[in-house]
């Protein structure tokens, strides 16, 4: 057999294996994963994590010559049991475009000149010395954890301060407030294991056909299966979940509120909701006059009052969507002999009330009893491969430290300080800005107040992606004692006018550790070497920590007076700063279980290191078990399932913020939204992402197959609208808010279909840069703007005379 | 040459199942193999990875098929084009 006949077989045995073993959920043993493609053709695999969404598949990588060749689904991930979506395809190749980073650049003159890493190491350490209060650190939820973690110490622990953020403000914000505001800790209950079990699929503001694609098709397989399951979309337009849904649900931008407290109110007023459930588990709370995150509490007739104006016909007229569609939801909710799953993503965090609508949403699941058993949950989605893991669970943020710690309490700082071994005080009290306010200071002159002078972003491109980037960045760039260092794979808008651009390693490059939406750790070996002068995040971080020691800044000391980040191997000191040292020790493993220690207090238990590079990942609490071995935690605050559930409660909310083992069950009221469509701008624009492309399109847009499938933005149109326009599919518009205008053509009927008077265009193309029109009114409790709608108006474009 | 292997859900309306599967057979790129239930397994070898790419998606619009779901794929007949 040749070597051509050989790899068909493989791969006809793979797939049919994969069909075979996707059968989620059933009772049947599925075949004994393998990998087809063996080592008989000279490929070695590994597994990894994909590099793109935060679903977490895990795939096997094949190298060959110090290049992947081959990207097969990890038939033993549970995850995705051997599947992919079409970004799959891609993923090995996203590390080879031609123009990827290779060489630190300094601007020098106005011109991004090649420099040393000594130097740009340098450059760093005495401008952040000569001023550490006004330095800030930006990243993302594309930092592994180890990265993130780092990035946190440095400036928590190193600098004194907490001038930290990430890109996932930005995405799942709201979603960690209205977790905390509920449950009193973040992160779902639930994991993926309900889509097998769940009876009903609420997608709310939610598209998983397209940006979660793989958790979907386990719900599509078991209908194609005959099992019945129920699809309910909730959403401004059509998208290709609507396709498949049961019910297509449209609503007016910003009314989901309305929506949740219609159900809310139905399953009061009927007596339908789970009275024994309520009474044993939960509580009731509402906002209060002072606006904090913890609100007030309420008695129960508080609540059914607050809900009394949300009768079905009140909902329609505040929504769009039919009372008799309020009148089903309320129904499927209020009975007990069905398992149902929410679902959402950005559509409610991206929202000026996401903490809000979060919190109701998980309100009526707690309110019904749909919560607990498996395919009874609410679930948020994340957008990137570790917002959960680095983000949120590390804690990358200006008010945050490891574990759920936050820096507004004294005990916390202390057990932090305690693990770093630095002195009492060394961690700020004093929370540092969030996302929007960074870069607005860093984009304001020094003298008038912007006290942020020197940024350096890792894994990000906010040049394209923060809103309204007309007043939140592109002003840095024409402030002369401003600093922008990019560490990135790729030039990018951020890159374009940067001082200082760092060629990083991406995804296999390096090791890595990412944290996925189901509460998932999952550890990646590095496999291939980079491009050219190309050096890990972690790697930069450390080297410039270093210089700081090295300049005798004193807070790169710990107590003993050695250096932060020192890391030992047979008990002595690893030079880690100098890469030519770098891999002679795990870095990863030594910041891991560094940080793990500060993980237990609020029960987010993680493994050591090692059994990650053995498993497809475990979802946390993972805990120790009297054999020696560790168990992960599939549902959380279930007796049987979460160890920190006492026997006999059934359910119990251990982290409750009234320290009663209850949840609370919010009213949020609906409010009208910063901007509405009027007169002078009369359509709601929405923005979004697409199947092709992956955020800003940083990687995928360099993936010629992928380019090519979807080679620009475009803005979605009714055909109600078009015609009363007069404008032809694909015609070029002017798109115009009051922030500013770009032209780009129209798609009528395309993948999504908005309803009469919205809009929506994709983020991922940096030459048709929506984000210079969105609005940057945020949530006042997550401080997430809100990309998904503000006023806009649409006019053909003038013919050249 | 890309070769990749798939999993193809298809519709369980018998006539559309029928006509999915017949014009999966009918293209000389696609090895359909044995279904399993609703599902069939294919594997697809293009001379491209560009074609390979476009091919997945063309197969997501044949009428009867639901879901296309990318197994792996190996280049490494072609490394250059990797």
Redesign the interface.
């Known amino acids: 057999m040749d ?2 006949a050989f ?2 077989q493989s ?2 045995a ?3 294996m ?3 073993r ?2 989620f959920g059933q009772a049947a043993a599925p075949p004994k994963p393998t990998l087809p ?1 063996a080592p008989a ?3 070695k695999w590994d597994k990894a994590p994909c590099r793109f969404c935060g679903t977490g598949c895990h795939v ?1 990588v ?1 190298v ?2 110090g ?7 990890d038939p033993k991930a549970e995850v995705n049991r ?5 970004k ?3 993923v ?2 996203a590390l ?1 475009g031609k123009d990827r980073l290779t060489r630190p650049l300094l601007k020098k003159n106005g011109v991004q000149t090649p420099i040393s890493w000594a130097e740009a190491i340098d450059v760093i350490a005495k401008r952040v010395a000569a001023d550490p209060a006004t330095f800030a650190i930006y990243g993302s939820g594309q930092w592994t954890i180890p990265e993130g973690y780092a990035a946190l110490k440095l400036i928590k622990g190193g600098l004194g301060h907490n001038q930290i953020e990430a890109n996932a403000r930005l995405c799942m914000a709201s979603a960690v407030t209205g977790f905390l505001a509920t449950y009193g800790v973040d992160e779902p209950a639930g994991c993926y294991d309900d889509l097998d079990r769940c009876d009903v699929l609420i997608t709310w503001g939610n598209n998983p056909a397209e940006m979660h ?2 958790l979907f ?1 386990r719900v ?2 078991r209908r ?3 099992e019945k399951v129920t699809l309910i979309d909730i959403n401004t337009r059509r998208t290709r979940t609507s396709a498949f849904a049961d019910r297509s649900l449209l609503f007016k931008p910003n009314t989901d509120l309305a929506i949740a407290n219609g159900i809310a109110h139905l399953l009061v007023e009927r007596g339908t909701f789970d009275k024994d459930f309520v009474d044993k588990h939960c509580a009731f709370r509402a906002p209060d006059d002072k606006k904090t995150l913890q609100g007030k509490a309420i008695s129960f007739d508080d609540y059914k009052r607050m809900l009394a104006e949300y009768t079905p016909a009140n909902v329609e007229k505040m929504s769009g969507v039919a009372a008799k569609d309020i009148v089903y939801l309320a129904e499927l909710f209020g009975r007990r002999d069905l398992r149902i799953t929410s679902l959402w993503c950005m559509g409610m965090n991206q929202h000026t009330r996401g903490t809000a609508i979060n919190s109701l949403v998980h309100g009526v699941h707690l309110l019904s009893g749909h919560f607990g058993k498996p395919g009874d949950a609410p679930t948020s989605l994340t957008g990137q491969p570790s917002a959960c893991g680095t983000v949120r669970e590390v804690g990358t943020l200006c008010h945050a430290l490891p574990g759920g710690l936050v820096v507004a309490k004294a005990e916390d700082r202390a057990e932090v300080e305690h693990v770093w071994n630095v002195p009492p005080g060394r961690i700020s009290a004093k929370v540092g800005y969030h996302t929007v306010e960074m870069f607005r200071r860093f984009s304001t002159p020094s003298d008038k107040g912007g006290d942020i002078k020197t940024l350096w972003v890792q894994t990000t491109n906010p040049g394209q992606s923060l809103p309204n980037v007309h007043e939140l960045f592109e002003p840095s760039r024409k402030l002369a004692d401003k600093f922008l260092i990019v560490s990135d794979v790729y030039p990018t808008a951020t890159t374009k006018d940067a001082d200082l651009v760092l060629p990083s390693s991406l995804w296999v490059e390096k090791n890595g550790v990412f944290g996925n939406s189901e509460r998932r750790t999952q550890q990646w070996f590095k496999m291939v070497e980079p491009p050219g002068e190309a050096r890990p995040d972690v790697w930069q971080l450390l080297a410039v920590a270093r210089r700081l020691y090295e300049l005798g800044v004193p807070g790169l000391k710990d107590k003993d007076g050695a250096y932060l980040f020192d890391v030992k191997k047979d008990g002595k000191s690893v030079p880690v700063w100098d890469f030519a040292h770098f891999f002679d020790v795990n870095v990863d493993e030594a910041l891991f279980d560094e940080y793990r220690k500060l993980t237990k207090h609020h029960k987010k238990d993680l493994a050591p290191y090692a059994e990650y590079t053995r498993a497809r990942g475990l979802r946390w609490p993972v805990v120790e078990q009297p054999d020696g071995s560790w168990k992960e935690t599939r549902f959380r605050f279930t007796e049987g399932e979460d160890p920190y559930v006492a026997k006999g409660k059934g359910v119990q909310f251990y982290q409750s913020v009234t320290k009663d083992d209850r949840a609370q069950i919010w009213f949020n009221p609906q409010e009208a939204p910063p901007e509405s469509p009027d007169a002078d701008y009369p359509f709601w624009l929405c923005t979004g992402r697409v199947l092709e492309h992956w955020h800003t399109g940083t990687m995928t847009m360099r993936i ?3 380019a ?2 979807m080679p620009h933005a475009y803005v979605e149109m009714s055909r109600e609208d078009a015609s009363r326009l007069g404008v032809q599919d694909g015609e070029e518009v002017v798109l115009e808010t009051r922030r500013g205008k770009i032209e780009l053509p129209v798609w009528i009927d395309g993948r999504g279909s908005p309803p009469p008077g919205s809009l929506f265009v994709p983020f991922f193309d940096e030459r048709l840069l929506i984000n210079e029109l969105t609005l940057h009114e945020h949530d006042p409790f997550s401080k997430q703007p809100d990309y998904k709608k503000c006023a806009a108006r649409v006019r053909k474009k003038a013919k050249a005379s | ?1 890309p ?5 193809i ?4 309306r018998a006539t559309l199942h029928d006509a999915a599967l017949a014009a999966l057979r009918d293209d000389e790129r696609v ?1 359909v ?2 279904r ?8 697809l ?1 293009t001379r491209t ?2 074609e ?3 091919l ?2 063309e197969i997501a619009s044949v009428p009867g098929v ?12 072609d ?1 250059g084009d ?1």
């Open positions: 070597r051509r790899l068909k791969a006809m793979a797939a049919t994969a069909a075979a996707a059968s493609l053709n000279g490929v096997q094949g060959l010559a290049k992947i060749v081959a990207i097969q689904g051997g599947l992919l979506c079409v799959g395809y891609h090995g190749l080879y694609p793989i098709s599509i397989d194609s299966r005959g010629p197959q992928l090519r499938a | 040459m070769i990749a292997s798939v999993v859900t298809l519709d369980a090895e193999g044995n399993v239930g609703a599902r069939v397994p294919a594997v070898e990875a560009d390979g790419e476009a997945v998606r639901l879901l296309v779901e990318l197994v792996g794929v190996d280049r490494s007949l490394e990797a």
